[in-house]
């Protein structure tokens, strides 16, 4: 018997070459699949591990904020800057993503007291007690130690924002102060 014309001998050879790329391509599809599976697979590790970690942080601030049916809260802070800014002894801004943040500060609440050390009170127009609160807030919240706590008292029908500077008191800072 004859051999078989060339382009027949090399059918089989290009079946083989189709099969072992079909294969190749097969097992790089598979590849692929099992490489976005194992991803898919890493994120929602992570998501999985981002919402633990989110509950665990809540309730660790939780830990440190005690509060009343008055909305008073006593705030234990750590190390590190406090976040809020205080006019006089009202907070008039707290920093995103701080610590007073973080533990429930807001602007419009009058800190009560430092590390024990209770607030002075003082009326609208007591001028005097005014100063002499704020120099002992100034004072305290240098000299506290951390972690230490600050209580806070809502203020309702606060005043709004005179916008003079020169009342205000900062821990380390220039009037209207950042009590960092």
């Not at 809260?73 to 190390?79: A, L, M, R, T």
């Not at 590190?80 to 500060?105: K, M, Y």
């Not at 130690?145 to 900062?170: C, M, Q």
């Amino acid at each position: 018997r004859p051999p078989p014309p060339a382009a027949a001998r090399r059918r089989p050879m290009d079946f083989l070459k189709a099969a072992a790329q079909a294969a190749q391509e097969q097992s790089a599809s598979d590849f692929l699949k099992a490489a976005a599976q194992a991803a898919q697979d890493q994120v929602n590790e992570l998501k999985l591990g981002a919402l633990e970690l989110a509950e665990d942080i809540s309730g660790y601030t939780e830990a440190f904020v005690k509060g009343d049916a008055d909305g008073n809260k006593e705030v234990e802070f750590g190390e590190g800057p406090l976040g809020f800014r205080l006019e006089g002894t009202l907070v008039i801004s707290v920093d995103p993503c701080s610590q007073a943040d973080r533990l429930g500060v807001e602007a419009g609440d009058r800190l009560a007291a430092v590390a024990g050390y209770q607030v002075p009170d003082f009326g609208p127009d007591d001028v005097e007690g005014e100063e002499r609160a704020m120099k002992l807030v100034k004072k305290w919240l240098k000299e506290m130690p951390r972690p230490s706590t600050l209580t806070f008292v809502p203020v309702l029908g606060a005043e709004e924002d005179s916008g003079d500077d020169n009342e205000a008191i900062a821990a380390g800072g220039s009037p209207p102060f950042s009590a960092a």
